[in-house]
């Protein structure tokens, strides 16, 4: 089956400070991940979508510079949250599909709840 | 505007009745709509998807009614469980854009 993981599981930072987070697709290949951050009242908000062979996109209020993705490899994406402050506090979710899945689904790893001191 | 729009916020049944949850969307280029579970502390878990072109979607306890007119759909809880309280969320998908966007979700309570 299709598999995400994701770790840390929880992290908390110092305000001012960055923090990275790792998502890891086991069971398929992850041609397209995207990362979300779900707020306390568990609203999704889209960071950004990256596929293989074309440019990350970014949703409106989230860029490059604070939010870095890699997508280096069909298994494996991060993204660090950089200069992290209290707005940034929330649930940051991988959706990962691709071949090997039913294409159009997004799978789901557990997220890195991100707490900022 | 909000694309995906879910009711109710919250739903509260007993144990062995059905479940509805709704859910509307604006945006017609949308052609698959994933529901997924969530329980505290978890990530969202596939529960079960229907494509447009389908009016039904049946996974044992668990159906989706889609009415593409009318751009609504519904999931359908029979026999609902205590074990099914989670919050349950309807997402739509775009081909096109590879985007997913998701609703505010439902809360539900299955009381023993």
């Known amino acids: 089956g299709a598999l995400v993981y994701q770790y840390p599981r929880r992290t908390i930072c110092k305000s001012g400070t960055s923090m990275r987070m790792e998502c890891q697709a086991v069971g398929f290949q992850a041609t397209s991940v995207a990362w979300y951050r779900q707020s306390p009242q568990k609203t999704f908000e889209l960071i950004a979508l990256?596929?293989?062979?074309?440019?990350?996109?970014?949703e409106q209020n989230f860029t490059q510079e604070k939010f870095p993705i890699s997508h280096p490899n069909l298994s494996f994406s991060s993204m660090t949250v950089l200069n992290a402050y209290l707005e940034d506090r929330g649930l940051y979710l991988c959706?990962?599909?691709?071949?090997?899945?039913?294409?159009?689904?997004?799978?789901f790893g557990p997220g890195t709840r991100l707490l900022v001191l | 505007q909000q694309q995906v729009r879910q009711s109710p916020q919250s739903l509260t049944v007993w144990e062995g009745e059905t479940a509805i949850l709704n859910c509307s969307y604006e945006?017609?280029?949308?052609?698959?709509f994933p529901w997924y579970q969530q329980f505290p502390g978890e990530g969202p878990a596939l529960l079960i998807s229907?494509?447009?072109?389908?009016d039904k979607k049946e996974d044992g306890r668990f159906t989706i009614f889609f009415n593409k007119r009318e751009k609504k759909l519904s999931l359908h809880i029979t026999d609902s469980q205590p074990g099914d309280s989670a919050t349950y969320f309807c997402?739509?998908?775009?081909?096109?854009?590879?985007?997913?966007?998701f609703g505010d979700g439902t809360v539900l309570t299955v009381k023993p």
């Open positions: 997402a739509a998908h775009n081909t096109n854009t590879g985007k997913l966007t």
């Open positions: 990256s596929t293989v062979n074309s440019a990350i996109k970014y």
């Open positions: 229907i494509r447009s072109v389908s």
């Open positions: 945006d017609s280029t949308f052609n698959y």
């Open positions: 959706g990962a599909r691709g071949p090997g899945t039913n294409q159009d689904t997004q799978y």
